[in-house]
């Protein structure tokens, strides 16, 4: 069986071909105002560095969220006309659950952070000793109250644990531990299994049903209302 995965939730962006036993091909770069114009051109040398074609795959997944506005969007219209073009059908993956996966092998709870900005976070907690489902649910929260709410130790990653170090140190103590590396991004290679799992358990989506997952409002929205 063989997939596509996409991310773009973060200011890097992550693709990658599987086929159940490993990695096929992936690639990445940094995100920014031209990715929409860059991704399409990579998406295209992924599959011929791979001698596949979109054709090939018998189902895409993508990150839908939370994440940055602009690139979940390019991310998700980038899968839905690859599923569209080609009649496949789409798994939608939590960009936390993704971020996640970088730690996997943790033996204490894992807390994926994005910087949310406006003070908050996108967080959620990983214990995978006991499965893949989040053990503290995805939200846009203040980072301290977030905190506040982890019981034990846990094992922080993303862009959002860099950027509040500090204060999780503070809140958390010795109870704190943080990835190193690039284990702070996402990366779509790390994501087959749980993209497989999901797909295993429902088939995919169709891609008129794929939609993003925000957390909260978009500036644009706030402004409207």
């Known amino acids: ?11 890097v962006y992550s693709m990658a071909i ?21 991704l399409a051109p990579a998406v295209s040398a992924l599959f011929s560095g791979a001698r596949l074609t979109p054709a090939d795959m018998d189902f895409f997944a993508v990150t839908v969220g939370p994440g940055a506005f602009t690139g979940l969007r390019v991310g998700i ?5 690859l ?7 789409v798994v939608p993956i939590s960009s936390l659950a993704l ?30 000793r006991v499965g893949r489902e989040p053990v ?3 939200a846009a929260a203040d980072p301290a109250l977030f905190l506040r709410g982890i019981e034990g130790s846990a094992l ?20 704190a531990q943080f990835a190193e590396g690039d284990l702070h991004h996402p990366r779509a290679s790390a994501g087959t299994e749980l993209a497989l799992e999901v797909f295993a358990r429902g088939g995919g989506t169709p891609p ?10 978009s500036e644009a929205e706030l402004s409207r209302r």
Do not use: C
């Open 156 to 175: 922080f990653l993303g862009d959002g644990a860099l950027r509040y170090r500090e204060l999780i140190e503070e809140i958390m103590g010795g109870r």
């Open 99 to 128: 971020l996640a996966m970088n730690a996997r092998q943790s033996q204490i709870p894992v807390s994926p952070m994005f910087d949310a900005r406006k003070g908050e976070v996108y967080a959620a907690v990983y214990d995978f």
């Open 136 to 138: 503290v649910s995805e």
């Open 77 to 81: 219209a980038m899968v839905k006309g």
């Open 18 to 38: 599987g086929d159940g036993s490993g990695i096929l091909a992936q690639d990445g770069g940094v995100a920014g105002p031209t990715t929409a114009a860059r």
């Open 1 to 11: 069986m063989k997939f596509f995965i996409l991310d773009t939730s973060t200011s």
């Open 208 to 217: 008129a049903q794929l939609l993003p997952r925000y957390l909260r409002l």
């Open 83 to 89: 599923a569209l073009a080609t009649g496949k059908p």
